[in-house]
């Protein structure tokens, strides 16, 4: 998008404004102090300063469409987490509980090094066979 747009549509949007509020340029004029010219000039798209947008934005009372620059960014403290923000996480990385597997298996190992597996519901109660 060429600059000579973005004064197009950033003067066709405030003269929108302008005359959502049933106000008239001259009206405008009071309000700001600009000239009708500059006004004029800057709701057609052509060449204007900062200073003119802002003072037409705070005269419609609109200058909440300015946000986006004025407020601070969250500040993250942290290396981790600034890089946790950057990276996009993949679905792949993502695994849904529904994939994960709960068992009530429980593994021993005997005194003589032998692995058991064995459910809740049929542990051994004697426990001098297992290291525990």
């Known amino acids: 998008m060429d600059y000579k747009d973005v004064l197009k549509g950033i003067g066709a949007k405030m003269k929108s404004i302008r005359l959502a509020q049933n106000m008239k340029q001259t009206e ?5 102090g600009l000239s009708l010219f500059t006004i ?7 060449n204007t300063s900062l200073e ?3 003072l037409m934005l705070n005269a419609l009372g609109r200058m909440d469409l300015l946000d986006a620059f004025l ?14 923000v950057r990276r996009r996480i993949d679905e792949e990385e993502v695994r849904p ?4 597997r ?7 190992k005997s005194k003589d090094g032998v692995v058991n597996r064995q459910s809740d519901d049929n542990l051994d109660t004697d426990r001098d066979r297992f290291d525990m």
């Open 102 to 108: 709960v068992t009530s298996k429980k593994y021993y």
């Open 71 to 84: 407020k601070p960014e969250p500040i993250i403290v942290g290396t981790r987490i600034q890089k946790a």
């Open 28 to 32: 405008l004029v009071e309000k700001t």
């Open 40 to 46: 004029s000039q800057t709701e057609t798209g052509h």
């Open 52 to 54: 003119t947008i802002i």
């Open 97 to 100: 509980a529904t994939q994960i």
